[in-house]
């Protein structure tokens, strides 16, 4: 069983993708296709580190790639299908709409469907 995982919406079923491959990148959401910037794994910290090696972080209360530093907001909890950043005051991971390319952001907890995400093995991108 692979360490790695897809972050997937349950708003729009795309995951969360590190775009242009690139450090500072903006996190946006996009249908699966095994790319090294759609999969994800818990690193030190709590940070969630892609496959690229950079951690999902926060510019402002949108979601971006940077290299790790330990910072808190660099530090994430999986609870109730809800991805919580321990920088930012118990902010959620939100989808910013149903649109492919649409930036994940953070925002207090709604309980909406845009802030609900499943971890979804590697292996089992079929199944996406």
């Known amino acids: 069983m692979s360490k790695y995982f897809y972050i997937q919406s349950q708003l729009n079923n795309m995951v969360v993708t590190v775009d242009g491959f690139q450090y500072g990148g903006y996190l946006r959401l996009y249908p699966a296709y095994r790319g090294a910037n759609q999969l ?13 090696g950079l951690v999902a972080d926060l510019y402002g209360s949108y979601c971006v790639a940077n290299p790790p530093t330990g910072i808190k907001q660099q530090s994430w909890e ?51």
């Open 40 to 52: 994800w794994m818990w690193g030190a910290n709590n940070s969630l580190v892609s496959k690229m």
């Open 78 to 128: 999986y609870t109730n299908t809800m991805m919580k950043n321990n920088g930012k005051n118990g902010r959620v991971m939100t989808a910013g709409g149903t649109a492919i390319a649409s930036y994940p952001y953070v925002a207090k907890v709604s309980g909406e469907l845009n802030q609900k995400w499943t971890l979804v093995p590697e292996e089992e991108l079929g199944l996406l």
